[in-house]
């Protein structure tokens, strides 16, 4: 069973920085590219920023070029999402997505449950 | 990297049909097929509906369907169930990103 779980979000300070944690199982992790989308409170679904299967490539939304880092480590099964210099507009609960296909062509097949991000001083 | 329109709100009774509208541009909805689906309910992460336009994944019920024609891409739900009131997403390819759609929240009357 393809399983997903996301770790580490929790209150941090506006400025601050905090990584994010995605947990694979029950897929092979390295043959899949991977996405985080996030949903604010009481709003809609945003893409955040893809990696391909082998971390070679990097692809991220506009509103959080040069603050945030997408990676991953494939022995260990786990995407990471790197967050900096943190604003009240990245609040949201973040989620980890499985792709199939194309890094952004592609269909986001499962989804963790999420982990949320509040930012608040 | 603007979001896909789709309008707010759609309802419909038991056993009707509905249609989810996801308007874009040339850029993205126009100009691939690669747009998808996604139910979330409540408090739930998301679930893939329709993938490449008008593909269903393996699971999820026939009375879910896709369409596009030019820049509007749409989502088809027949015979209405209450299973099926949640909120509904589209998302699109564009030029190097990934967008999605504004949501629309499917009430069963």
């Known amino acids: 069973e393809v399983q997903l779980v996301e770790s580490g979000g929790g209150l941090v300070q506006p400025g601050g920085s905090l990584r994010l944690s995605c947990a694979a199982s029950?897929?092979?992790?390295?043959?899949?590219?991977m996405h985080w989308v996030r949903q604010a409170p009481g709003k809609g679904l945003e893409y955040v920023s893809a990696?391909?299967?082998?971390?070679?490539?990097?692809y991220y939304a506009n509103s959080v070029k040069g603050r945030f880092t997408i990676s991953r480590d494939n022995s260990k099964n786990t995407l990471y999402l790197q967050m900096g210099s943190l604003r009240a507009e990245d609040m949201a609960v973040y989620y980890c997505?499985?792709?199939?296909?194309?890094?952004?062509?592609?269909?986001?097949?499962?989804w963790g449950q999420g982990t949320l991000v509040t930012v608040s001083s | 990297q603007s979001a896909l329109t789709q309008p707010a709100s759609v309802s419909g009774s038991p056993g009707q049909s509905i249609t989810i509208s996801c308007t874009g541009t040339?850029?993205?909805?126009?100009?691939?097929?690669?747009v998808s689906w996604y139910q979330q309910h409540p408090g739930k992460a998301p679930k893939l509906m329709i993938y490449?336009?008008?593909k269903r994944p393996s699971g999820v019920s026939n009375r879910f369907s896709g369409s596009k024609s030019g820049n509007t891409a749409s989502l088809t739900i027949s015979g209405l169930q209450a299973e099926d009131e949640a909120d509904y997403y589209c998302?699109?390819?564009?030029?190097?990103?990934?967008?999605f759609g504004t949501g629309t929240k499917v009430t069963v009357l």
């Open positions: 998302s699109s390819y564009t030029s190097s990103s990934y967008v």
């Open positions: 997505a499985r792709v199939v296909a194309g890094i952004l062509t592609g269909t986001l097949d499962y």
């Open positions: 990696i391909s299967s082998n971390g070679g490539s990097t």
């Open positions: 029950g897929f092979t992790f390295s043959s899949y590219a």
């Open positions: 490449d336009v008008s």
């Open positions: 040339s850029s993205d909805v126009g100009g691939y097929n690669y």
